[in-house]
T-cell receptor, first 115, second 113 residues
Framework: GAGVSQTPSNKVTEKGKYVELRCDPI?????LYWYRQSLGQGPEFLIYFQGTGAADDSGLPNDRFFAVRPEGSVSTLKIQRTERGDSAVYLC?????????????FGEGSRLTVL | SQELEQSPQSLIVQEGKNLTINCTSS?????LYWYKQKYGEGLIFLMMLQKGGEEKSHEKITAKLDEKKQQSSLHITASQPSHAGIYLC?????????????FGKGTKLSVIP
């Protein structure tokens, strides 16, 4: 079956622009996670969805970042007024049940470059 | 907050050699995950350890969680070029099946044929 799909794979934008990154999880996975990975670093947690609701958004760095999952499947990470420091690979992961009792399945990531 | 330190940061080995990567936590580990990442690809799950003293193996890769649950090691036997990549340890530090994994910075492994 298909894995976690993320689009676009690469996005180059100018400072101040708005960006949307999409994640299509594995079918049937109720939990969805967004992580951000900067060069030379491990992934950092951003937000976790259980179904349609954001169960924990404590990792979002500021109010320019927002994520939705309106139907409990596809999720979109939205970044307003992008800054150069937002440049990173944004990873989406899904799991059948809450992490800690199973593995996370990661997508290949969306590489965001802010010029 | 929990921090994970991985050592070494990078490693170059000759094909066929054994190697060990370590992951040390600043706090008790309630769940320790090992992932592998190749450039341009997502993280691939390798193993999960939860109990002190637990050891798991998959093909030529063995991971252990020490008794005190603050350190894990990943051992590769008879390395192959296919083992090359970045190995990341991730920790669940809350004991409640947390969804917030904290990751180390990774160990970059190169295997020379």
């Amino acid at each position: 079956g298909a894995g976690v799909s993320q689009t676009p794979s690469n996005k180059v934008t100018e400072k101040g622009k708005y960006v949307e990154l999409r994640c299509d999880p594995i079918s049937g996975h109720t939990a969805l996670y967004w992580y951000r990975q900067s060069l030379g670093q491990g992934p950092e947690f951003l937000i976790y969805f259980q179904g349609t609701g954001a169960a924990d958004d404590s990792g979002l760095p500021n109010d320019r970042f927002f994520a939705v999952r309106p139907e409990g499947s596809v999720s979109t990470l939205k970044i307003q007024r992008t800054e150069r420091g937002d440049s990173a690979v944004y990873l989406c992961a899904s799991s059948y049940r809450r992490q800690g009792r199973g593995e996370l399945f990661f997508g290949e990531g969306s590489r965001l470059t802010v010029l | 907050s929990q921090e994970l330190e991985q050592s070494p940061q990078s490693l170059i080995v000759q094909e066929g050699k054994n190697l060990t990567i370590n992951c040390t936590s600043s706090k008790t580990l309630y769940g320790l995950y090992w992932y592998k990442q190749k450039y341009g690809e997502g993280l691939i799950f390798l193993m999960m350890l939860q109990k002190g003293g637990e050891e798991k193996s998959h093909e030529k890769i063995t991971a252990k969680l020490d008794e005190k649950k603050q350190q894990s090691s990943l051992h590769i036997t008879a390395s192959q070029p296919s083992h090359a990549g970045i190995y990341l340890c991730g920790a669940d530090g809350s004991g409640a099946g947390s969804y917030q994994l904290t990751f180390g910075k990774g160990t970059k492994l190169s295997v020379i044929p």
